[in-house]
T-cell receptor
Framework: DAKTTQPNSMESNEEEPVHLPCNHSTISGTDYIHWYRQLPSQGPEYVIHGLTSNVNNRMASLAIAEDRKSSTLILHRATLRDAAVYYCILRDLKETSGSRLTFGEGTQLTVNP | ETGVTQSPTHLIKTRGQQVTLRCSSQSGHNTVSWYQQALGQGPQFIFQYYREEENGRGNFPPRFSGLQFPNYSSELNVNALELDDSALYLC?????????????FGPGTRLTVT
């Protein structure tokens, strides 16, 4: 599986934007970039995914570099509820057990009031 | 629409015993995956079931086994429990096996092996 690299931790202030980086220099052409987050004492939850173009949804935006070797998850206005571990995950379109998610250690986001 | 549910919430077992964990998938989802999450680490993929057949497995020994039922609920069985099996066990369901499908996770079962 292609590997991702994320900072161990980041801090933000409430109501400010947060940019969470992810490096994936060995990404293949068929790898989708997925983001999940895990709030304290909960299972992970899906945030967003993309292939080549930038993506927006109600939770966040995903900015993908032109060479696809890095991406950034953008939370436009952080709230205290956004404090969580954020995982950047590559999922190969060709993977036969396509449900498989390979989690790294993620980025622990702290949001200060 | 009911989300993914898991039971029990917490469980304490003794080394060498066997345990069964249960998962009820989100309505309409035919694919379920199980993950093990040790303290302070990301979840690790155990296996996946699609339409009652195992079709993907992570690096876990055969004493980890599973079942998926016709209603798409699922069980994870662990035999001969070891201390290192202490972890949060997560179940996730999705509409299908494709890699673009979202995974919906349950809250997990916290297993402690003493």
């Amino acid at each position: 599986d292609a590997k991702t690299t994320q900072p161990n931790s980041m801090e933000s202030n409430e109501e400010e934007p947060v940019h969470l980086p992810c490096n994936h220099s060995t990404i293949s052409g068929t790898d989708y970039i997925h983001w999940y987050r895990q709030l304290p004492s909960q299972g992970p939850e899906y945030v967003i995914h993309g292939l080549t173009s930038n993506v927006n949804n109600r939770m966040a935006s995903l900015a993908i570099a032109e060479d696809r070797k890095s991406s950034t998850l953008i939370l436009h206005r952080a709230t205290l509820r956004d404090a969580a571990v954020y995982y950047c995950i590559l999922r190969d379109l060709k993977e036969t057990s396509g449900s498989r998610l390979t989690f790294g250690e993620g980025t622990q986001l702290t949001v200060n009031p | 629409e009911t989300g993914v549910t898991q039971s029990p919430t917490h469980l304490i077992k003794t080394r060498g015993q066997q345990v069964t964990l249960r998962c009820s998938s989100q309505s309409g989802h035919n694919t379920v995956s199980w993950y093990q999450q040790a303290l302070g680490q990301g979840p690790q993929f155990i296996f996946q079931y699609y339409r009652e057949e195992e079709n993907g497995r992570g690096n876990f020994p055969p004493r980890f086994s599973g079942l998926q039922f016709p209603n798409y609920s699922s069980e994870l069985n662990v035999n001969a429990l070891e201390l290192d099996d202490s972890a949060l066990y997560l179940c996730a369901s999705s509409l299908s096996t494709g890699s673009t499908y979202e995974q919906y996770f349950g809250p997990g079962t916290r297993l402690t092996v003493t």
